[in-house]
């Protein structure tokens, strides 16, 4: 039976220094073809293992080896190429965000390890701290569902999922050192730096550890044309990953886990009619687990406890009544038992009990808003010869918007080993954040110039969702085509052309329920080996999103997005890519209240990645035709990082 191999773990700092010096020492390399094996393989469409070809559901594979090669710096910028995926800053200082098939970044749900992380609650103006808090010198890859999910995981797995899984602690001892740097060739400031440290060993008898430390540090960055407004904030982060698994007996396991991240923020502009402004934020956070696997005579057991706990300084000088000292606590208990029927047909069954508890004394005026939810699902997966069905439902309980129900049906029809029809459709929904549905909320918005209100009236968002299509894959290319379409019920959108009032000359907006939203596209994606060295891979995306209501484009949707990639290994231990990105054409609401199709735009990059024994080097251009928002039009409320240059090394040890 197929089961969720990586599950998250827990272990106390105090262990941090005395693990990594007991795993200090030679580097064992692991088995390659165990490696590509299991990078081959996804869990998240299902919570059984499957190829890409073969799972039910459209999903994408990012790589421990293709991270290598990216000069990225969170998650976001990992999964930009991913099909049907567009990446958009979130406000005006460059956080960036998430958005599967045009819909919003509240609607990805991002796991880690198979468990949720979310500070959306706590941080108004974005959620790439949740991005940010994930080491990447930790991942052994990303998968990226999309489409749907919510009859496994719930509320915000609406347009899709980002798995995040983790390198797990192995016997072999190993490690790695390493130091990046970029700078920003246009504009003003934004050279930044990461250093990062891995380690991994037995540290006693059946009992294996693992620590990852990384540490970054960028400066402000502003664009020759807006040289009063930080395009991008200063940044400084530190990310500690620590892992135990104790293999208790031959069929059971004990793992636990712990990140710890320090981020803080800075960004300086001016503001036309107040002057001189800074936005700061500093933000601590735990996130920690413990989790039980058991492999029974006929059934598999998962049981997870974990937490997540964020402490947020926010400060900002447009507010009157001080910094906000925000605390964010989630609470998750849950469990999975699966099994195999009748020695083909797979089940699964689950639940889990979340309580959310979050204390904002600035922005909250009663100082503390909370929640609990909970919910069970049920999935079957029936192997009918070269029919594979999966049927499943999860039922929800939220403590304030009652009981939903999540139905999800898919089909996978195996012409050949190499062909396939698949097909299916699916429930979603999103119960409104506590930022969003509370009236006693107000907040700082719109880059500083708008107040932000909840709104006590907001009803759950609701999908339906479907796709079909092909896909062909041969050890020397692959090639596949989906149609999607979601129809949607009761969008959740901030209304910037209805101000509910007005603090001095700065409107008050609010959240509304849009009404009826229809979202659909196709996608299409392939890769093809030219020759035993040369890799060519791409995906184009198309989205057609309207309000139904008004016949209007969904905002910051863009209607085209297409990415390519090209890889030639010159020979063993050199490599050459080069990577073009395509935003097409969009819509942007500005602080005036107008609505305006924005040009698309292309971005470019080049790199090498050379391997000397235990060394790896890397360096390459980012953006080298230096393609700036703002130049082009001051609609876009956002930029894109300006051409950059940059360089690491890592030694395997």
Known sequence: ?????????????VLAGALLTALSGHAVANDKDDVVEMERMVVTASLTQHSELTAPASVSVITADDLAKMPVKDISEAVRSATGVSVLSS???GRNTIRIRGLDSKHTLVLINGRRINSQ??????????LSSIPLTAVQRIEVVRGPVSSLYGSEA??????????????????SVGLEYESILEGDGGDGVKGHAYASGELAQNLEGSIIVESSSRDPWRTDTNPTFDALEKKDTTNVFGEMAWQLTDEQRLIADVIYTNDEREADWVHPRSGAQTNSQDSTRWNYGLTHEGAWESVDTQVRLYGENMKLDDASTAYTNGAADVELQNNTLDFKVSGLWRDSHEWVFGGEYRTSELENSRDVPSGDIDNYQGAVFVQGEFDLDKLALTLGGRQDFHEVYGSHFSPRAYAVYSFTDEFVFKGGAGGGFRAPGMMESSDQVRVISCGNRCWLTGNDDLKPEESESYEAGFAYESTSMGVGLMYYYTDFKNKIERDLTKPVGAVGKMPIFTYQN???????????????DITDSINLKGNYTYTDAKDKSTGDTLMKTPEH?????????????????????????????????????????????????????????????????????????????????????????????
């Open 91 to 93: 406000t005006a200082y």
């Open 158 to 175: 609406m347009g899709g999922v980002v798995n995040v899984i983790l390198k797990s602690p192995t016997k072999e001892t190993s490690g």
């Open 561 to 653: 997005l297409a990415n390519l990639d090209l890889n030639w290994e010159v020979f063993d231990a050199f490599t050459t890519f080069a990577r073009v990105n395509y935003v097409g054409e969009q819509v942007i609401t500005n602080l005036s209240r107008e609505n305006k199709t924005v040009d698309g735009y292309t971005l470019v990059g080049l790199g090498v990645a050379y391997d000397f024994q235990q060394l790896n080097l890397k360096a390459g251009l980012n953006n080298i035709f230096d393609v700036e928002l703002d130049d082009e039009d001051d609609y876009y409320g956002y930029s894109e990082k300006g051409r950059s240059a940059y360089v690491s090394a890592t030694y395997l040890f």
């Open 1 to 13: 039976m197929n089961s969720l191999v990586k599950k998250p773990t827990f272990m106390p700092t």
């Open 514 to 528: 849009i009404g009826k939203a229809e979202i659909k596209g196709i996608e299409l994606e392939g890769w093809y």
């Open 121 to 130: 609650d706590a941080l108004i103006r974005g959620n790439d701290f949740d």
